[in-house]
Each structure stands twice: as C-alpha cells, then as structure tokens.
C-alpha cells in the first residue's frame, strides 16, 4: 500500500511539473510560430501599400527586428482603432502602427522601448490665415482620426477650446475633409502630416507648436508575448547599435 501511495505520489508530482513547463512554454518564443502583426496602411512614410507589398519605417523595422532574432511575421492589416481591441481579442500577437506610447494604452498593452519621436501638430488648408494655433478654433470643426492620439487630444479639450470633434477611420479621409473645406483643421502626428503634405501636395500646412512629445512603441497584450517583447527591444537595440536602424529611417525620411 505504502508503495503504491508513492508511486502515486511521484506521478502526481511529475504531472505538476509537466504542466507547469507547459504554462510557461506558452509566452516562450516559438521558431515555428508565425507571429501576426497588425499595421496601419494608411499611414506613411511608416506604413503603407505599394501594389501587394507593405513598406515603410515600420514595416521594415519589424522586419528586420524578427531576422536578427530569429522569429517569423506576417501582417495583418486593418483601421488602427480596432488595433489594440484585436490584440485583446489573441487576434494579433503585435502591434506597430505610428503607434504612440501613452498611459491609458500602457494598462492594456506593453510597449517597446521608444523607437521614433513623433506628437501632434495642428493642420489648416493652405490658405487658412486665421488660425495659427489651437487657441483659434473657437466655433470650428476638427477633423481627426478614431483611437489616436490627436482624438483623444481634440475630445479632451473640445469644451475648452469650443470645437467640434469629427472622427474618421482613416489618415486620408480626415486629410481629405480639411481639404474640402467640410471642417476647419485637423490634428496628425507631426511625421506623418509634413510627409504626406510633400508627397502627395495636399494643400495643407501645418501651424503652431507640437501639441506634445508622443514616442512611437510596438506592442503586445499585457501579461502575452512578454518574452517576445524581450527579444523585440533586443532586435531594436542590435538595430540602433549597428546602423540599421537609421538606413530604414533614412530610406524613407530623405
Ligand atoms: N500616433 C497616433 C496614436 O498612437 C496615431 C497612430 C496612427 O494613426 N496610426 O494614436
């Protein structure tokens, strides 16, 4: 009897021990794995869509962040509000999308170490002369784009600054809504706005001082892939190290 309680015992324990390698092996990053990544395509020079591939700083930043470290991506593409909520959902192992790094997102997500200085700035049509800054909005509409930074911006001063918040799915649609004139100004991320006034002479400008100093970060779900971000900022680190990093900035940003 006694002996049988032991052996019992021992397969108990071995079965504890089993399963605890298992719990742990599930953040463990996999070789074999593809780890999906959700991007913003409208949103250059870090992410967007030439024909049927994907280009831009952090399109090639992530890429080359899973070559140094040795694990495998695919992207999935899809409007940057439903970002975070797919990552919650285990629809997406990662996110890099111009994606800032903020407090209220730090409780769901965990960020990289910062990877671009980007922060908001104030867009009027080209020939606007009246409004040089946030304070020269009273009675407007302003246009920004859901789940950024800029609306949260827009609606958590609309009160004080007496405007009406207009939101958007996409980084073009709310460009074009200033362009038609249907809203007064719009607020973007400072990198983004200024390249795509250039490249595609938008007929905007950009006025005033940045709204603030957001930092770019990838991300992952709270509590998952944390190993994974481990080797994310290992990757970035090698890439800032050995020139990399600054080839796929200037790539794009020249
Ligand atoms: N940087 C802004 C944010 O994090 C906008 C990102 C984007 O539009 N892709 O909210």
Do not use: W
């Amino acid at each position: 009897m006694k002996k049988h309680l032991s052996v019992l015992f021992l397969l108990l324990s071995c079965l504890v021990v089993l399963s605890a390698c298992s719990i742990g092996s599930q953040d463990e990053v996999s070789k074999d794995k593809t780890y999906k990544v959700g991007i913003d395509v409208t949103y250059p020079p870090f992410e967007y869509k030439d024909g049927d591939t994907y280009k831009g700083i952090d399109i090639d930043l992530i890429k080359a962040i899973a070559k140094d470290q040795g694990f495998k991506i695919k992207f999935e593409a899809m409007d940057f509000s439903g970002i975070i909520p797919a990552l919650q959902a285990n629809q997406l192992d990662v996110a890099i999308a111009g994606m800032s790094i903020t407090p209220e997102r730090k409780k769901v997500v965990t960020f990289s170490d910062p990877y671009f200085k980007a922060g908001l700035i104030l867009v009027v049509k080209k020939d606007e002369n009246k409004i040089k800054s946030v304070d020269d909005l009273k009675g407007k509409k302003v246009a920004v784009k859901k789940g950024t930074t800029g609306a949260k911006y827009a609606t958590d001063n609309a009160d004080k600054l007496g405007i009406t918040v207009t939101q958007f799915n996409d980084s073009p649609a709310m460009f074009q809504e200033v362009k038609n004139g249907n809203a007064a100004a719009l607020i973007e991320d400072y990198p983004v706005i200024s390249y795509a006034n250039k490249q595609q002479n938008l007929g905007l400008k950009l006025v005033g001082d940045r709204l603030n100093g957001d930092n770019y970060g990838i991300a992952v779900l709270k509590g998952e892939n944390e190993e994974l971000m481990k080797k994310i900022n290992k990757g970035l680190a090698n890439l800032k190290e050995n020139g990399e990093y600054d080839k796929i900035v200037d790539t794009y940003l020249k």
